[in-house]
C-alpha cells in the first residue's frame, strides 16, 4: 500500500526566505505527482503536476522536482511572502491505484511571518 | 473554463440524521469525480470514485454511500450519520492526464 510521508509537518519562516518542503513515497511505481496548497477551511488549490516520466515542474516562485526511484519530491519556494502561509499537501496516483485517486501526504503548515 | 461546485459549504446535523451532499462540475465531459474526506489530524482519505454515470466504487467500508445520476453530478448520502462521519468533505474531478481539481468542500459537524 502506498504510504506518502511531508517532512516537516510545520515550517516557520522570515519573509524573503527560500524554502524546501519534502515528501517521500514507498511505492515507486506512480503515474504522476502532485502538489496543492489549502488554505484554512477551504478546498485544496492544485499547484504543480509532474508526470512520472519528468523530473521537475516550475510555475513561478515554485519547483518541484521529482525522483521516482528514490520515491522522493520537493517543493522550493523562492523568496517567500506571508501570502505563501497554507498547508501544503504532497499526493501520488499509484499504478495500481483504484480510479487513478489520490494518495496524500498528511501536509506541512508554513507560516512565512513579516 | 471548468470550474466544480459543492453544496452545502457547512453543516451540522445530529446522530441518526440522513445526509445528502452535491457535487457539479462545468465545462467537461466524461470527468472522474472523486468523494474525499479530511478529518481532524488525519489525512485526506479517498471514500467514493466514478468513471461514469452510475458506476461507483467504494475504497473503504463505512456508513456512507455515493452516485452518480448525470454525468457531471457527484452526491454523497446517509440514511442515518454517525459522530464519526464528521469531517471535511472534498468534491474533485479529473482531467485526462488525470490532474485533480478540487471543490471548495463542505464543513460536516454531527452532534
Known amino acids: 500500500k502506498q504510504e506518502v510521508t511531508q517532512i516537516p509537518a510545520a515550517l516557520s519562516v522570515p519573509e524573503g526566505e527560500n524554502l524546501v518542503l519534502n515528501c517521500s513515497f514507498t511505492?515507486?511505481?506512480?503515474?504522476?505527482l502532485q502538489w496543492f496548497r489549502q488554505d484554512p477551511g477551504k478546498g485544496l488549490t492544485s499547484l504543480l503536476l509532474i508526470q512520472s516520466s519528468q523530473r521537475e515542474q516550475t510555475s513561478g516562485r515554485l519547483n518541484a522536482s521529482l525522483d521516482k526511484s528514490s520515491g522522493r519530491s520537493t517543493l522550493y519556494i523562492a523568496a517567500s511572502q506571508p501570502g505563501d502561509s497554507a498547508t501544503y499537501l504532497c499526493a501520488v496516483i499509484t499504478n495500481s491505484n483504484s480510479g487513478y485517486a489520490l494518495n496524500f501526504g498528511k501536509g506541512t503548515s508554513l507560516l512565512v511571518t513579516p | 473554463s471548468q470550474t466544480i461546485h459543492q453544496w452545502p459549504a457547512t453543516l451540522v446535523q445530529p446522530v441518526g440524521s440522513p445526509l445528502s451532499l452535491e457535487c457539479t462540475v462545468e465545462?467537461?465531459?466524461?470527468?472522474?469525480l472523486y468523494w474525499y474526506r479530511q478529518a481532524a489530524g488525519r489525512g485526506l482519505q479517498l471514500l467514493f470514485y466514478?468513471?461514469?454515470?452510475?458506476?461507483i466504487s467504494s475504497e473503504v467500508p463505512q456508513n456512507l454511500s455515493a452516485s452518480r445520476p448525470q454525468d457531471r453530478q457527484f452526491i454523497l448520502s446517509s440514511k442515518k450519520l454517525l459522530l464519526s462521519d464528521s469531517g471535511f468533505y472534498l468534491c474533485?474531478?479529473?482531467?485526462?492526464?488525470?490532474?485533480?481539481?478540487f471543490g471548495p468542500g463542505t464543513r460536516l459537524t454531527v452532534t
Open positions: 466514478s468513471v461514469g454515470i452510475g458506476q
Open positions: 474533485a474531478w479529473s482531467e485526462p492526464n488525470y490532474e485533480q481539481y
Open positions: 465545462g467537461t465531459s466524461n470527468p472522474n
Open positions: 511505492d515507486s511505481a506512480i503515474y504522476n
